[in-house]
């Protein structure tokens, strides 16, 4: 027999918890499907730090789930280096804010959302194998990057795959992180040979552990993967200029590859069910490079904007309703775009080798850190 519901939410990951406690607030009976857990999520969960902006704090605050303590480390200074001596930096104190972005340990913040999600009686929990059992109007799809889900209803995702893989750890340093997010760029002999480093901030203001996200050529990720812990962390050490003094790893490595994507719509009917209509979110509609750390922040955007449009329907439109579901595509889309544009830019940018690249690139970082004006806009809208 069928289960009836106003809507169903397909993923348990951060965006389809949060969209769930949001939706639940508006007193609507939510089916929250847990889907087939990807093997390289899996993987790599024990290590992942996500940096969140303010406007992700006062989303996960609205429904009493930021993490307070050690789980959330305020950044208050952002240095990037060139790989020819160029360098930009951002401080909390210039914008005239707390803090420029928040690294929050994303096993705390998962405990709190599904902690939330138990106690919220509107909210009802099912396993994989209820996938077909649950009916609603409106089902959302927040499966992730690999979503089956997507798959089944054809929807096209255009991806452009960088050629390069990610590699996450956590280690504990002999210095302590001074709540500073730090970031290397550097080109190789050729496009495919660059690399970004970035050592963010976790454990408290007073930390000493920073989780690393490496992108890297695939064969160098597997070759790092495999090498023993000295060696790795000897080869850190090195790529970071031992800026944090000796490291000791603290966390299992893991490895991922690295993409730009889309899908063609976010929005539609569901096939063969009148009256049914479903909308993506998260990484199941878009995916982009980390080098900003804005993916998790774009994503809760996402679940923000669908829950706002759906809580300011007309009282005789239904949840499936096609030009209600295609407010909330024309307000995302063009956002989500334009970010994933710039990073994909930054990384060709990078990723070019040799003359005039390495020089232009070097002295555009060292003048954009002395433009105050436009330096502060940029950062004052990564910050939302």
Not at 43 to 68: F, G, I, K, T
Not at 120 to 146: M, N, S, W, Y
Not at 194 to 209: R, T, Y
Not at 266 to 294: E, I, K, N
Request: hydrophobic share 45%.
């Amino acid at each position: 027999m069928a289960l009836q519901f106003d809507i169903c939410i397909r993923g348990c990951g951060i965006a389809g918890r949060t969209l769930a406690l949001l939706l639940a607030n508006q007193r609507l009976r939510v089916a929250l499907v847990q889907t087939a857990p990807s093997p390289q999520l899996e993987a790599h969960s024990d290590v992942r730090a996500y940096a969140l902006n303010a406007a992700a704090r006062q989303l996960l605050e609205s429904v009493r789930c930021w993490p307070e303590g050690l789980a959330a480390t305020p950044v208050l200074h952002m240095q990037v280096f060139g790989d020819q001596g160029g360098e930009l930096h951002f401080r909390a104190s210039e914008q005239g804010v707390e803090a420029l972005n928040w690294m929050v340990d994303v096993p705390a913040l998962e405990e709190r959302l599904a902690s939330a999600v138990q106690f919220q009686p509107l909210i009802e929990t099912f396993g994989h194998e209820a996938i077909d059992k649950v009916q609603a109007p409106l089902t959302v799809i927040c499966e992730g990057r690999a979503s089956s889900t997507r798959v089944e209803l054809s929807v096209v995702f255009d991806v452009k795959t960088y050629g390069q893989h990610a590699l996450a750890t956590r280690v504990r340093c002999a210095l302590p992180h001074q709540q500073t997010a730090r970031q290397w760029f550097q080109s190789g002999a050729s496009q495919a040979q660059a690399n970004i480093l970035a050592l963010l901030p976790i454990g408290g203001a007073d930390g000493q552990e920073v989780a690393i996200v490496w992108s890297l050529p695939p064969a160098k990720a597997s070759a790092l993967l495999a090498l023993p812990e000295t060696d790795f962390v000897q080869a850190l050490e090195e790529a970071c200029h031992h800026s944090l003094g000796p490291m000791t790893l603290s966390g299992p490595r893991a490895v991922w590859p690295l993409q730009l994507a889309h899908a063609a719509r976010w929005v539609g009917a569901m096939s063969g069910q009148s009256g049914r209509s479903f909308a993506l979110a998260g990484d199941a509609a878009h995916t982009m490079h980390p080098l900003a750390g804005q993916g998790l922040n774009v994503g809760l955007a996402d679940v923000a904007e669908l829950a706002k449009v759906l809580g300011e329907r007309e009282f005789w439109r239904p949840l499936s309703d096609m030009k209600l579901l295609r407010r909330y595509e024309r307000a995302r889309q063009a956002d989500v775009k334009t970010m994933g544009w710039l990073t994909d830019q930054l990384q060709n940018l990078f990723a070019q080798p040799g003359a005039p690249w390495q020089p232009l690139r070097n002295w555009g970082l060292s003048a954009f850190d002395k433009l105050g004006p436009l330096k502060r806009w940029a950062t004052t809208n990564a910050m939302r």
